[in-house]
Nanobody
Framework: QVQLVESGGGLVQAGGSLRLSCAAS????????MAWFRQAPGKEREFVAA????????RYVDSVKSRFTVSRDNAKNTVDLQMNSLKPEDTAVYYC????????????????????WGQGTQVTVSS
């Protein structure tokens, strides 16, 4: 089992940047593919970015490609989401999630694949 704690959210103007971080407990962090999801007010939670167990493969939703970068440090048990050129539509609660499946070759973009979730961190982008 792994516990996840997000940090780094806040209020930023459009065009600005934020870096979210997710700290994981446990000694098997490298066994989990990791992902970021977000939920805007009145909307369903959606996939944002995912990274494989080794960190060599990443996936992004089209709306954040070229603006967001997901990375991980297995020695420090952390996964980060660097968000640049932020837009008001990026406003949401951002969640870190861990997938314990060790067979999947590509990191999943499906919420049901992720068994462990953080509490979320609020990102607000003002226009």
């Amino acid at each position: 089992q792994v516990q996840l704690v997000e940090s780094g959210g806040g209020l930023v103007q459009a065009g600005g940047s934020l870096r979210l971080s997710c700290a994981a407990s446990g000694r098997t962090f490298g066994a989990y593919a990791m992902a970021w999801f977000r939920q805007a007010p009145g909307k369903e939670r959606e996939f944002v970015a995912a990274i494989s167990r080794s960190g060599t493969t990443t996936r992004y939703v089209d709306s954040v490609k070229s603006r967001f970068t997901v990375s991980r440090d297995n020695a420090k048990n952390t996964v980060d989401l660097q968000m640049n050129s932020l837009k008001p539509e990026d406003t949401a609660v951002y969640y870190c999630a861990a997938d314990p499946n060790t067979v999947r070759q590509l990191p999943s973009i499906t919420q049901s694949s992720y068994h462990y979730w953080g509490q979320g961190t609020q990102v607000t982008v003002s226009s």
